[in-house]
């Protein structure tokens, strides 16, 4: 597992850092839904979500490039949850580069919340780090402490697992944020906005939405006078829904650089109002012939160059008569002669397996789950005397003789079965592909 733990400045009072946590998981949603407020931090479940943002060093440079801007003061990466906060609250970024137990026994005990309550008997008893507490008899330590802190112990650990309230994502997105000090200007007040944008644009991606409008809206100083007002507010409208923060970034700014305060504002709050789902497009692994303006051959090709000719193959449709060889793999940059392929006015099967797979016996009728029975048929198809193939030593001859049926399954459906001629074994019957 790998978690991130988000650490707030705690030089803050309850009702504002509540309102912090509660802007900083909004924000998180966007990476996983297995984000929850534990212990005056944010945490985030991450491990599923590392190939979608391209990797664990990616994820990692995103997301520690943007907490800043929301008031993170220290950023830590774990197994667990409770060790991500140990981590952060000892100052340490990295808490997953070697063993678990050996990056947390010289952490102070103090990164524990669990040990607060019984911190001076501890210190008492000679411990300074979490190896020290670790390190006394857990007989002793249950019984002369609470339950609470061996359970942290054991979850921060990985020895037992983790319980936590995931964040659920609201319907309706407003917050409010109270600058550090009065502004006078309106473009002033864009740095606390973009921090207020990114928990916005961080909801959208956790709706799967954009918007086409919201609202900032700016609460005036106590000390204005009456002419001021209580408020003023600026509404933003794009042409079509968006989640960019630094798209939304440079049209509020804009839109900021045309207001004049009628008086120092002190409290910022941002409301988005139109929401509308964002419909994904699907990416190609290959490049868009399309929107490259180029032909399918020629991206074959380029990525044929890039990865060598053996790595990139299509079928090939030959003029045969056997199944398993009227489609050939070749290298896709190979210049190969058009053929067409045979015309077959007798059913041919969807799916096809890799080898027939021969079938059980009733009598004289052949097999699968439930006994079959004959629709169409016989189809004779033979050939191939003039091939050599060679397997496990022995060369043989690519020749076969077989009679082609279709078939009904009671629970399988339409089948494509054929029987050899020339096997010596009159009975044996062979299922080679089935209809869709």
Not at 133 to 157: C, N, W
Not at 293 to 320: I, Q, Y
Not at 342 to 368: D, E
Request: net charge neutral; charged share 25%; glycine share 6%.
């Amino acid at each position: 597992m790998l978690w991130v733990a988000l650490l707030l400045s705690p030089e803050q009072n309850a009702p504002q850092l509540n309102e912090e946590l509660r802007g900083l998981s909004l924000y998180a949603l966007q990476y996983s839904p297995r984000t929850a407020i534990t212990e005056n931090a944010v945490v985030v479940e991450l491990e599923a979500s590392i190939r979608l943002f391209g990797g664990k060093r990616n994820l990692r440079d995103r997301i520690v490039a943007e907490v800043e801007a929301l008031g993170v003061e220290q950023v830590a990466w774990s197994s667990t949850s409770l060790a991500a906060l140990a981590f952060a609250r000892a100052g340490k970024e990295n808490g997953i580069r070697g063993s678990l137990t050996a990056l947390l026994d010289p952490l102070p005990m103090e990164t524990l919340n669990a040990v607060e309550p019984h911190l001076t008997t501890l210190t008492q008893l000679g411990c300074r780090t979490l190896g020290d507490i670790r390190a006394l008899p857990r007989d002793g330590v249950s019984r002369r402490f609470d339950k609470r802190l061996l359970v942290a112990m054991d979850q921060a650990y990985g020895l037992r697992p983790e319980a936590h309230v995931w964040i659920e994502v609201p319907e309706v997105f407003k917050a409010k944020l109270e600058l550090m000090s009065r502004v006078e200007s309106a473009p002033a007040m864009l740095f606390g906005a973009r921090r207020l944008l990114l928990q916005m644009c961080g909801w959208l991606a956790a709706r799967n939405a954009g918007t086409t409008a919201f609202r900032l809206r700016w609460l005036h100083d106590a000390m204005r006078s009456r002419d001021a007002g209580d408020c003023g507010e600026v509404t933003i409208r794009t042409a079509e829904p968006m989640r960019d923060v630094e798209h939304l970034c440079r049209l509020l700014a804009e839109n900021l650089a045309k207001v004049e305060l009628a008086a120092p504002a002190g409290d910022l709050e941002l409301e988005a109002l139109d929401v509308h789902p964002l419909e994904e497009l699907s990416r190609s692994l290959l490049p868009d012939p399309v929107q490259a303006g180029e032909s399918l051959t020629l991206v074959l090709e380029r990525v044929a160059a890039r990865l060598g000719p053996e790595k990139v193959l299509r079928p090939v449709l030959v003029e045969d008569h056997r199944p398993e060889w009227v489609s050939q793999w070749q290298p896709a940059p190979q210049t190969l002669p058009r053929k067409r392929a045979r015309q077959n006015r007798f059913p041919q099967p969807s799916f096809m397996l890799p080898a027939p797979l021969r079938l059980s016996m009733r009598g004289n009728k052949p097999m699968y789950q439930g006994v079959l029975q004959l629709l169409a048929g016989p189809h004779r198809v033979e050939g191939g005397w003039w091939q050599r193939l060679a397997k496990d030593g022995v060369e043989n001859t690519g020749n076969v003789a077989r009679d082609y049926w279709v078939a009904q399954s009671p629970h399988c459906g339409v089948l494509w079965i054929f029987q050899e001629r020339l096997a010596g074994d009159e009975t044996a019957w062979y299922l080679h592909g089935a209809f869709a």
